[in-house]
């Protein structure tokens, strides 16, 4: 089947705007809840570079990392980098570019994706801690029907539409692009919003910094 290629940046991009309105609302309610000064732009540049680590995994999966694939990731930049937070965490060290990226052989490139969880794993944990006690607070406390877990499936579906529609740019997607994304969604952001539904970092109805039982 062909797919337009703008097209597929339009859906992409519904599914990114949809996300980014989830975590915004999210972050809202989490400031209400705790009345802190929690700033929603550093849940947004987190969210941009766990879904760049996502899009980078489907992009490699098959062994090539091609300009189109690079140009579609760096459309979802606009509040956080992946590559320049890795320069900047390993104090310039790294340097690396999509295009430096791309030339790497396979082998090296499947290494770089098998260590972006350790990397990423402070940011992913400050990313999911807010949104998990929403996401737990809006079942327990709010006046809207949901389950522990709703905000965690909404903000998995944007993240693999996207990775699925990055696995048409190129190609008529694999099984293997698609496995990828959503091992990756898993290891960076659902391990541990999971983790802190099951009460194993949040206990049931406690809420950082906040008196609400």
């Given at each position: 089947?062909?797919?337009?290629?703008?097209?597929?940046?339009?859906?992409?991009?519904?599914?990114?705007?949809?996300?980014?309105?989830?975590?915004?609302?999210?972050?809202?309610?989490?400031?209400?809840?705790?009345?802190?000064?929690?700033?929603?732009?550093?849940?947004?540049?987190?969210?941009?570079?766990?879904?760049?680590?996502?899009?980078?995994?489907?992009?490699?999966?098959?062994?090539?990392?091609?300009?189109?694939?690079?140009?579609?990731?760096?459309?979802?930049?606009?509040h956080g980098d992946l590559l320049e937070y890795i320069r900047s965490d390993s104090?310039?060290?790294?340097?690396?570019?999509w295009d430096i990226i791309a030339a790497l052989p396979e082998d090296v490139c499947?290494?770089?994706?098998?260590?972006?969880?350790?990397?990423?794993?402070?940011?992913?944990?400050?990313?999911?801690?807010?949104?998990?006690?929403?996401?737990?607070?809006?079942?327990?406390?709010?006046?809207?029907?949901?389950?522990?877990?709703?905000?965690?499936?909404?903000?998995?579906?944007?993240?693999?539409?996207?990775?699925?529609?990055?696995?048409?740019?190129?190609?008529?997607?694999?099984?293997?692009?698609?496995?990828?994304?959503?091992?990756?969604?898993?290891?960076?952001?659902?391990?541990?919003?999971?983790?802190?539904?099951?009460?194993?970092?949040?206990?049931?109805?406690?809420?950082?910094?906040?008196?609400?039982?």
């Amino acid at each position: 089947m062909e797919y337009d290629r703008q097209e597929i940046l339009d859906k992409a991009a519904e599914a990114y705007d949809h996300a980014e309105m989830t975590i915004k609302a999210m972050d809202g309610v989490f400031q209400n809840i705790t009345g802190s000064n929690y700033d929603a732009e550093l849940t947004l540049a987190q969210f941009d570079m766990i879904l760049q680590g996502v899009l980078l995994s489907v992009a490699c999966a098959d062994g090539v990392f091609d300009p189109i694939e690079q140009d579609f990731i760096r459309q979802f930049a606009m509040h956080g980098d992946l590559l320049e937070y890795i320069r900047s965490d390993s104090n310039g060290e790294v340097g690396i570019t999509w295009d430096i990226i791309a030339a790497l052989p396979e082998d090296v490139c499947s290494t770089l994706i098998s260590v972006l969880p350790q990397v990423l794993d402070d940011q992913c944990e400050s990313f999911v801690y807010p949104l998990a006690a929403v996401d737990f607070s809006y079942s327990q406390f709010g006046g809207i029907m949901t389950t522990p877990g709703d905000f965690l499936k909404s903000i998995e579906t944007d993240m693999i539409k996207i990775a699925g529609l990055l696995s048409l740019v190129d190609s008529d997607g694999t099984e293997d692009e698609l496995s990828a994304a959503v091992s990756m969604i898993y290891e960076l952001e659902g391990k541990h919003w999971r983790d802190l539904l099951q009460g194993k970092a949040l206990g049931p109805g406690q809420y950082p910094n906040s008196s609400i039982q």
